[in-house]
């Protein structure tokens, strides 16, 4: 019998903590052959390569390069690209039975678009969440995404109602739980025995960890500058580690803040950090800064408080159980929040169900055994 013939697409970091588990759970399965998809949307050593390899994931069958661009040319790229690898495994007669897709990102998104309309059906991990806010390109991105999947495997109660009010039908949605939780689970062990802390000469319980990304934050000055300005008087007494994705780095430089922030003391900058390292970090620190969706989530988990620099989230859930506190982009905010940490006065919340660390496994058994 023709084995079931998966394409998986990964294009940007945080699509890999999704897929890894994934495919180890399809692993077992010997009538499934798991083809592997990079689009190349995250290049860098440190936003890729690294993840593959701390997260024991194969290298990619298939690699795209599509590299960086607006996100039209992104997208059309993948677009193009993608239907090429689906369109030449028709010509050799080994067609894809299905796509899978995991995440928000544009990658995600144009994977989607190509396989749909070539009629390969597609599954969509993490499929409907919403923040209702259409200035995010991640937004649009879901939305595209789970209109023409038509299997939308879903994280969190919230996704199911969203596309349940979508007007999707209840055949296509199972609840399934949270694959990027799978992963934390599955390294946090392997997290706690690296030397991050020490190299770093912090002490567990003992410091911040801030990342910053999102263009809503990162790209206008008079909004980075009194995030920054807060985090910097913070570092003072709480020591801050800030990875900074590459973004991040050139509006700091270009906005003239990189002084302030190197004056800083208490503020350890890095380049972005290997999965292991960073949650070597995550895992023990006393508190999260961030605008980044993923994290959001693994705080919840982890028991850290986690300040998201964001006015919405499409995670309801961390602020529903208490595990996320939304401070948008205002500097008050974020400082009083950060203070009643300090203090010891801010409340934390507890963790959902199906975030077990057994949601690929779920997802495994849908794919393969239809339930
Ligand atoms: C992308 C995702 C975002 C996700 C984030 C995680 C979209 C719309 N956004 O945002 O949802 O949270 O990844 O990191 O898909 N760059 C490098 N090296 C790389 C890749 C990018 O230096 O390997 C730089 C380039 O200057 C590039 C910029 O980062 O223009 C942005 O990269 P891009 O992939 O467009 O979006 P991210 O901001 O990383």
Redesign the pocket.
């Given at each position: 019998m023709a084995k079931l013939r998966l394409a998986c697409i990964v294009?940007?970091?945080?699509n890999l903590m999704k897929m890894a588990p994934l495919l180890r759970a399809l692993g077992p399965y010997s009538d499934v052959e798991a083809v592997l998809i990079h689009t190349g949307?995250?290049?860098?050593k440190n936003?890729?390569d690294v993840f593959f390899e701390q997260l024991e994931m194969p290298r990619p069958d298939v690699t795209l390069e599509v590299g960086?661009?607006s996100?039209a040319v992104?997208t059309a790229r993948v677009l193009e690209r993608f239907e090429g690898v689906l369109v030449e495994a028709d010509r050799q007669g080994r067609p894809f039975d299905r796509v899978i897709v995991v995440?928000?990102?544009?990658?995600t998104m144009a994977a989607t678009l190509a396989a749909a309309k070539l009629n390969v059906p597609v599954a969509h991990v993490e499929a409907g969440l919403r923040s209702f806010d259409r200035t995010m390109?991640?937004e649009i991105?879901r939305i595209v995404t789970d209109a023409i999947a038509d299997l939308l495997l879903v994280s969190e109660p919230a996704g199911m109602e969203n596309l349940r009010r979508e007007g999707h039908p209840e055949e296509h949605l199972r609840l399934v739980g949270n694959v990027m939780i799978d992963t934390l689970k599955f390294m946090l062990p392997k997290a706690r025995q690296c030397d991050t802390l020490a190299k770093m000469g912090l002490e567990p319980g003992k410091y911040g960890v801030v990342t910053l990304?999102r263009?809503s934050n990162v790209d206008a000055a008079e909004t980075l500058r009194p995030i920054l300005d807060v985090l910097v008087d913070v570092s003072e007494s709480l020591p801050v580690v800030f990875p900074i994705?590459?973004?991040t780095q050139?509006r700091i430089k270009r906005f003239g803040l990189a002084e302030k922030m190197d004056s800083a003391g208490g503020m350890i900058q890095t380049e972005p950090l290997g999965y292991l390292e960073f949650l070597a970090l995550t895992s023990q620190a006393k508190v999260i800064v961030t605008d980044?969706?993923g994290l959001q989530e693994e705080s919840t988990v982890l028991g850290i408080p986690c300040l998201t620099a964001r006015p919405n989230t499409e995670r309801p859930i961390t602020v529903g159980q208490g595990t996320s506190t939304l401070v948008g982009n205002d500097a008050g905010k974020l400082r009083s929040c950060l203070a009643s940490v300090l203090d010891g006065t801010y409340k934390q919340g507890t963790c959902p169900e199906l975030w077990d660390g057994q949601a690929a496994e779920r997802i495994a058994r849908v794919l393969v055994e239809g339930s």
């Open positions: 294009g940007a970091r945080p949307q995250h290049y860098d936003l890729s960086s661009g996100h992104q995440g928000d990102v544009n990658s390109p991640e991105n990304h263009p994705h590459p973004r050139e980044s969706g």
